[in-house]
């Protein structure tokens, strides 16, 4: 006799992956939501039982699934589920509906199966470095790695060690004030998105706090860990409350992906690069947009605050970074052109409020206000630099820079001299 189906392992994974984004706590469509069982059992709009036990035909849910008319099957504006999503969903139904988690108040994507994905124990080549993070006494580098985040001392470029079972793409990565705990970024293009809290120190202690149906391509917490907003290729940027990690807003901010996001030096405000050609500000605790930069002409890259907190900058695909204010509004003539025409990927600031960028060309530019042109090369890489990172202050400065072909290098800020370098690949 075949086991009954599995709400938790085989009919949530369908449901977080189809339905949980326009039926949740801040997107009801239809005034129904399913982000909990016990929410899952409730009537919508229409008074109809979404969930008859034992009764599938009976059962509003399953019935749109297989309704014939385009315009009122579900998912809306999406190919039908799969016949073999669908027969799973008649059989649960069919036998019962039963719940098999501890709390059917619980937010669905807790119940989701963690798969146990294998990364290689030496890489067959340099794996990209595609985010990375400093813990608070700058004694661990953490950097992105296939399907785990690899840890490094930054000094001698050792290998400290590895969080397996994460996304398969990393793509962004944060301390909560310092560590232990690290938020986590990434998933699978196309097909999933996942942000994650995890403790650096205990690795099995970790929380999946949301799955989407594309990447999260980027995190940013808050310097005073109240804060992790996340952004990502489903054009949505959402903020939860630490160390509960509940979510407090989602907002469709853009109209194309959310490329990189950034937090000011206070926690009060967000602002997140888009790939439809703007950047914006919001308030951290209500998702209150206060400006919108609309100055550049192809999509936006990267951004950054600087430490006053007032002002930011973004840099594009043009070459350019431009400095604007907390108002969404900038300055005339004042645009930065550090590499020529090249990709600005990353960007950051020195001491002084002094711009600081990696470009696609590999170069790593300080650049000079005033004129509005590179001061100084930092880095020069041999392929596109995808994060960068400044520690410390004064003659101790230090800036660590990450490149496409898996190279780190350290610099001083103080005198542009190469501190160390290593390929942050296990095998190299």
């Known amino acids: 006799m075949a086991a009954p189906v599995s709400f938790s392992k085989q009919i949530v994974p369908i449901l977080a992956d189809q339905c949980l984004e326009c039926h949740r706590a801040e997107k009801a469509k239809g005034s129904y939501r399913l982000d909990t069982f016990e929410q899952l059992l409730k ?85 990209p470095v595609t985010a990375m993070a400093l813990n608070g006494d700058g004694k661990v580098l953490v950097t992105s790695g296939y399907h785990e985040v690899l840890a490094w001392d930054p000094e001698t470029g050792k290998l400290r060690t590895r969080l397996s079972d994460m996304p398969e793409r990393v793509l962004g990565l944060s301390f909560v004030k310092g560590g232990p705990w690290l938020a986590v970024a990434g998933g699978s293009p196309g097909r999933s998105g996942e942000v994650w809290l995890v403790n650096f120190a205990k690795p099995t202690e970790r929380k999946r706090l949301a799955q989407m149906r594309d990447c999260a391509l980027g995190v940013v917490t808050s310097p005073d860990g109240k804060y992790l907003v996340s952004g990502g290729a489903d054009n949505r940027i959402r903020c939860y409350t630490l160390p509960e990690g509940k979510e407090i807003w989602n907002l469709e901010a853009h109209a194309d992906w959310i490329l990189a996001v950034a937090m000011s030096p206070d926690g009060s405000h967000v602002a997140t690069a888009s790939r439809d050609r703007t950047a914006k500000v919001m308030k951290t605790a209500t998702r209150e947009i206060e400006g919108t930069f609309t100055a550049h002409s192809v999509p936006v890259l990267s951004i950054a605050f600087a430490p006053d907190g007032q002002t930011l900058i973004s840099g594009d695909a043009d070459g350019q970074a431009r400095p604007w204010g907390l108002d969404g509004k900038g300055v005339k003539d004042t645009t930065l052109r550090p590499a020529g025409r090249s990709a600005v990927l990353a960007v950051s600031y020195l001491d002084g409020n002094t711009p600081l960028t990696g470009s696609a060309s590999g170069q790593v530019s300080v650049i000079d206000a005033k004129t509005r042109k590179t001061r100084s090369t930092l880095a020069k890489h041999e392929d596109r630099v995808n994060a960068l990172l400044v520690f410390g202050a004064g003659e101790k400065q230090k800036v660590i820079t990450a490149s496409h072909d898996g190279e780190v290098r350290v610099s001083s800020s103080k005198d542009n001299k190469e501190l160390g370098k290593f390929i942050a690949s296990p095998g190299w």
């Open 43 to 127: 009537t919508g709009d229409s008074d109809a039982a979404p969930i008859v036990p034992g009764k599938a035909e009976e059962s509003e849910l399953y019935e749109l699934l297989v309704a014939d008319d385009d315009a009122d099957r579900m998912p809306k504006k999406a190919d039908a589920l799969p016949e073999k999503d669908i027969a799973l969903i008649r059989q649960w139904i069919n036998e019962g509906a039963k719940f098999d988690g501890q709390d059917d108040k619980a937010e669905l994507t807790s119940l989701l199966p963690q798969k146990k994905n294998q990364s290689p124990e030496k890489y067959p080549q340099p794996i």
